[in-house]
Every structure is written in C-alpha cells, then in structure tokens.
C-alpha cells in the first residue's frame, strides 16, 4: 500500500502554528493526504482517528535541537542530549526523524555529529532560511549516509507540510510491522 504521509504537522498547541486539531481531517481530504503525524513542540498528540491516518508524534526539544519522535506511547522529557532522545524514542518502539537539520534560524540537531543514528533525516523544510544551502546538505548527508527522507511541500494551511510516499503493507500507525517499514526505509522524496 503507498500513503502520502505529513510527518511534521504542527497544531495550535505549539506556539509556531494556528492549525486547530479539528481542521485536519479536512485539510488531509483537501490536500490529498492520506495522514500526517501531529508533532507539536514538547506535547505529545495522541491517535484520535482512523479516517485519515493521524499518527501520534512530537516535537522534542533536546539540548542539541528538535527530534522528533512518531509512534511512541508516552512523552519524551526535554532538555535531553540529541542521542538520548533517540534512544528513549527507539525504547518506546518510535521512529525518530531529525527536522530541519542544519537550519540556520531554528533549533537544528547537526546529524553528522549524532552517536546514535536517528531513522529518517528531513532533507527539505520549506521554513528553512537559506534553504538552497540548508537543503542541499541535508539531502547530500543523507544520501551518503543511506538514511530515508522526509521533504516538505509549502503549499498548504498546515505548516511545514511532508508529503511523504509509505510503501507498507499495513495501515499506519500502531503496527510494529509498520514501524519496521519506516525503520528499514521504505520511503521516498515525492516531487523533488
């Protein structure tokens, strides 16, 4: 089955967006997204639909930069080093994106320096200043180091949209099998 996914949807309980919860059902259907993961700052969001997909997720905001954490059961604290926040997300059986890595303006962990190998890199982030440099490192390292990618389409209501293509055979988000998909990176740049 392939999904078109938002990874890194942003409601108005984060202090960076005015998205309400209940908008995005319709902005899914508007958009032709099949899902997207509610990651707010520092507030976990919890599975409340079936139809589209909304995966569970949040925003981290470690000592080093933002992780992001998907699939996980409970709150990782911050303040967290980078790689302990990894490691938590990874003993709750979560999947670990690193946000706009290398951003200049916001709270980017820099992925080169990472101990502890996150799951999928953003390689594109349409709030990135300077992105024709942010992103192009961002895709170079990923690409070197084989990491799945997440890349943003700006043309929507929800900010910092991912319009990500899942080659799975189950539905999102609860399935181990599933997460055991996002891990081995079955995932792929739409449009770039």
């Known amino acids: 089955m392939k999904l078109k996914l938002d990874l890194h949807v942003h409601t108005n309980r984060s202090s960076d967006a005015f998205t309400s919860p209940k908008q995005l ?19 976990l969001a919890v599975d409340s639909s079936d139809e589209p997909v909304i995966l569970p997720g949040i925003e981290i905001s470690t000592r080093h930069g933002h992780v992001i954490g998907l699939g996980v059961s409970e709150a990782v604290p911050r303040g967290l080093s980078a ?10 059986n979560g999947v670990s994106i690193i946000p706009h890595p290398y951003d200049l303006l916001r709270s ?9 190998r996150p799951d999928i890199i953003e390689v594109i982030n349409s709030s990135s200043f300077l992105h024709s440099v942010t992103w192009k490192r961002a ?14 389409e700006s043309r929507t209501k929800i900010r910092r949209k991912r319009k990500v293509s899942y080659d799975g055979r189950q539905r999102l988000p609860h399935s181990p099998d599933n997460r055991k998909s996002l891990h081995r990176g079955r995932m792929w740049i739409e449009g770039c």
């Open 139 to 152: 895709r170079k390292f990923a690409e070197k180091e084989k990491y799945p990618m997440t890349a943003v």
């Open 83 to 92: 790689d302990e926040t990894i490691r938590r997300i990874r003993d709750l």
């Open 25 to 43: 059902t319709t902005i899914c259907r508007d958009r032709r997204l099949d899902g997207l993961a509610i990651t707010d700052h520092n507030v």
């Open 108 to 116: 980017s962990v820099r992925p080169h320096l990472l101990t502890v």
